[in-house]
């Protein structure tokens, strides 16, 4: 039937919101796995080196999924347009969990770390698939309802990571610190098997094998000077210079291939859309901060404040309810009327006055007032978080909702790549040169690479403990000046979005709930028909 106020399309077949709940349910399932998994292992990480050995290669458990992941993630979305979003998310879904049970299984570094990359590689294509079949669920009008779940679920995860990766190691052994996926995974593949049903596709093209990989090349190459720079080499060494040229060099022929290509893996037609570009520019900046502030906050609490490192999860709290209440509420507004263009600018305003604020933390620093500053830059990221998503998906096709959704995720994926590697940088020089400015030159490597825990603190002599918090908190200054800087070009970006009507308005409830939005591009163009969930 056609509803002719939204001029949406619902498939012939009795509508049952209930069963849509519970493919809802499903992909919050997966979600969680994708943003538990490195939360966990953090945890993890110093038995499983205590047990397996190879603390030089440490770093690449870490990065060998971070680089699968971030490089796989625009090829999941564009096979879910080709081929199908359903088959493509249980794939990944597969996928990830075969990685895990590997990963669990691992008898050496090096097995660990190629196990990783697998897993990495379906994990490429759990926050894809979610959000790409949302975007065919339910209509862009009627999203934003969904939004607080979203943000409860990265919530979850940002403080129960930490907590249930330490419960596990201490009492089952950290292998099951990948087995845990396991269990969540058949859930969901279960459920999406059971319930989901969308429209099957057939490719009228060829997989972009060339744009694939040099894609892939150029985030790699970003991914590992992100990585490596200022730390494992030097900005200015040769492995670092030849990794921009390479990425540098990739980028470009990456923008010809895909104007040569029948289905390009990433459509740069996409981007001539001003919001999907915007939205791909402030989801970059909102990374780029979140990361940044995700990681330098615990740091700050643990060696200047003095709070337990077990429950550093415990320390975002106020940062995360905040995030998790504004963008329920944006998102109840939004459905309720329509309008988004000025959450964009209030995030970016209350992201620009957040970071300035955890800018000014020193060692006389309550934690009561260190958790008002993360509120306020947990409301900005609250109004920017799901936002941009939404708008992102609204401004293209239906036909290209996984690019879009991928290359959402992608951008934002690298802001955070840049956000940590740029503030750690940032971070580790000013801590050296504070350590130099109240001890000496001899003090530069007294406290190895700026990481020490409360406990390591209270064993160093009272005149170096004070110097070392002096200089976190020097480090965290400049961190998050970087941070508030980055934000006025999010908040500046914010004000050039054009306030596009959300298509799928006005459905009856119903026909919402049962993913009446299989919509069109833009507003006015005409609607495909959509899926419908039994």
Same mark, same amino acid.
């Given at each position: 039937?056609?509803?002719?106020?939204?001029k949406?399309?619902v498939?012939?077949?009795?509508?049952?919101?209930?069963?849509?709940?519970?493919v809802?349910?499903?992909?919050m399932?997966?979600m969680?796995?994708?943003?538990?998994?490195n939360?966990?292992?953090g945890?993890?990480m110093?038995?499983?080196?205590g047990?397996l050995?190879g603390?030089?290669?440490?770093?690449?458990?870490?990065?060998a999924?971070t680089l699968?992941?971030?490089a796989?993630?625009?090829?999941?979305?564009?096979?879910?347009d080709m081929?199908g979003r359903?088959?493509s998310?249980?794939t990944?879904?597969?996928?990830?969990?075969?990685g895990?049970a590997?990963s669990?299984?691992?008898?050496d570094m090096?097995q660990?770390i190629?196990?990783?990359?697998v897993?990495g590689?379906?994990?490429?294509g759990l926050?894809v698939?979610v959000?790409?079949?949302i975007?065919?669920?339910?209509?862009?009008?009627?999203?934003?309802k969904?939004?607080?779940m979203?943000?409860?679920?990265?919530a979850?995860a940002?403080i129960?990571?930490?907590?249930?990766g330490?419960?596990i190691?201490?009492?089952m052994?950290?292998r099951?610190?990948?087995?845990?996926n396991l269990?969540?995974g058949?859930v969901?593949?279960?459920?999406?098997?059971?319930?989901?049903h969308?429209?099957?596709k057939?490719?009228?093209?060829?997989?972009?094998y060339?744009?694939?990989a040099l894609?892939?090349?150029?985030?790699?190459?970003?991914v590992?000077?992100?990585?490596?720079?200022?730390?494992e080499?030097?900005?200015?060494?040769?492995?670092?210079?030849?990794?921009?040229?390479l990425g540098?060099a990739?980028?470009?022929?990456?923008?010809f291939?895909?104007?040569?290509?029948?289905?390009?893996?990433?459509p740069l037609?996409?981007?001539?859309?001003r919001?999907?570009t915007l939205?791909?520019?402030i989801?970059?900046l909102?990374g780029f901060?979140?990361?940044g502030?995700?990681?330098?906050?615990?740091?700050?609490?643990?060696?200047?404040?003095g709070a337990s490192a077990?429950?550093?999860?415990?320390?975002?709290?106020?940062?995360?309810l905040?995030?998790?209440?504004?963008?329920l509420?944006?998102?109840r507004?939004?459905?309720s009327?329509g309008?988004y263009?000025?959450f964009p600018?209030?995030?970016g305003?209350?992201?620009?006055?957040?970071?300035y604020l955890l800018?000014?933390m020193?060692t006389?620093?309550s934690?009561?007032?260190s958790?008002?500053?993360m509120?306020?830059?947990?409301?900005?990221l609250?109004?920017?978080?799901?936002?941009?998503?939404?708008v992102?998906?609204?401004s293209?096709e239906m036909?290209?909702?996984?690019?879009?959704?991928?290359?959402?995720t992608?951008f934002?994926?690298?802001?955070g790549?840049f956000?940590v590697?740029?503030?750690g940088?940032?971070?580790t020089?000013?801590?050296t040169d504070a350590?130099?400015?109240? %001890? @000496?030159?001899q !003090? #530069?490597g007294s &406290?190895?690479s700026a990481?020490?825990?409360? *406990?390591?603190l209270?064993?160093l002599p009272?005149a170096?403990r004070e110097?070392y918090?002096?200089?976190?908190a020097a480090?965290t200054h400049s961190?998050?000046?970087?941070?508030?800087?980055v934000?006025? %070009? @999010?908040?500046? !970006? #914010?004000?050039? &979005?054009?306030?596009?009507p959300l298509?799928? *308005?006005g459905?009856a409830?119903?026909?919402?709930?049962?993913g009446?939005?299989?919509?069109?591009?833009?507003?006015?163009?005409?609607a495909?028909?959509?899926p419908?969930a039994h």
């Open positions: 039937m056609v509803d002719s106020a939204s949406t399309v498939a012939s077949g009795e509508v049952k919101p209930r069963s849509v709940r519970v809802l349910m499903a992909l399932i997966a969680l796995l994708a943003m538990l998994d939360m966990i292992i945890t993890a110093p038995t499983i080196v047990e050995g603390l030089e290669h440490l770093s690449w458990v870490v990065t999924y699968a992941t971030a796989s993630t625009p090829i999941w979305g564009k096979l879910g081929y359903k088959g998310f249980l990944s879904i597969v996928i990830f969990l075969i895990s590997l669990g299984m691992a008898q090096g660990l190629g196990f990783r990359a897993q590689l379906g994990a490429g926050m698939g959000m790409a079949i975007g065919d669920l339910i209509p862009p009008r009627d999203r934003g969904y939004q607080g979203m943000a409860g679920v990265m979850l940002m129960g990571g930490p907590l249930v330490g419960t190691t201490d009492h052994g950290w099951w610190s990948f087995y845990i269990p969540l058949a969901a593949l279960a459920m999406v098997t059971a319930v989901l969308l429209p099957k057939k490719a009228q093209g060829k997989i972009d060339l744009g694939a894609l892939t090349v150029a985030i790699t190459s970003t590992l000077v992100t990585t490596w720079g200022g730390t080499y030097a900005w200015g060494s040769t492995e670092i210079l030849g990794l921009i040229v540098v990739a980028v470009a022929a990456f923008l291939a895909e104007t040569k290509a029948a289905e390009p893996v990433m037609h996409i981007f001539r859309s919001n999907f939205m791909s520019v989801g970059f909102v901060a979140m990361f502030g995700v990681l330098y906050l615990p740091l700050f609490q643990q060696a200047v404040q077990t429950n550093s999860g415990l320390l975002l709290l106020p940062m995360l905040s995030m998790m209440v504004v963008s509420i944006a998102g507004i939004t459905t009327s309008k263009k000025m600018i209030i995030g305003a209350l992201m620009v006055v957040g970071m800018a000014q020193d006389g620093t934690r009561l007032v958790g008002v500053y509120a306020v830059l947990g409301a900005g609250g109004f920017l978080m799901q936002i941009t998503m939404l992102a998906q609204n293209v036909k290209d909702m996984g690019v879009a959704s991928s290359s959402a992608l934002r994926t690298l802001g790549s956000g590697a740029l503030m940088s940032l971070f020089s000013r801590v350590m130099v400015e109240r %001890l @000496g030159p !003090a #530069a &406290v190895g990481q020490l825990d409360a *406990a390591s209270a064993k009272e170096v110097a918090q002096h200089a976190v480090g961190a998050f000046l970087l941070g508030a800087f934000a006025v %070009l @999010g908040f500046l !970006a #914010a004000w050039f &979005v054009k306030e596009v298509r799928g *308005a459905p409830p119903a026909e919402a709930g049962a009446a939005g299989a919509e069109a591009g833009d507003a006015g163009k005409p495909a028909a959509a419908v």
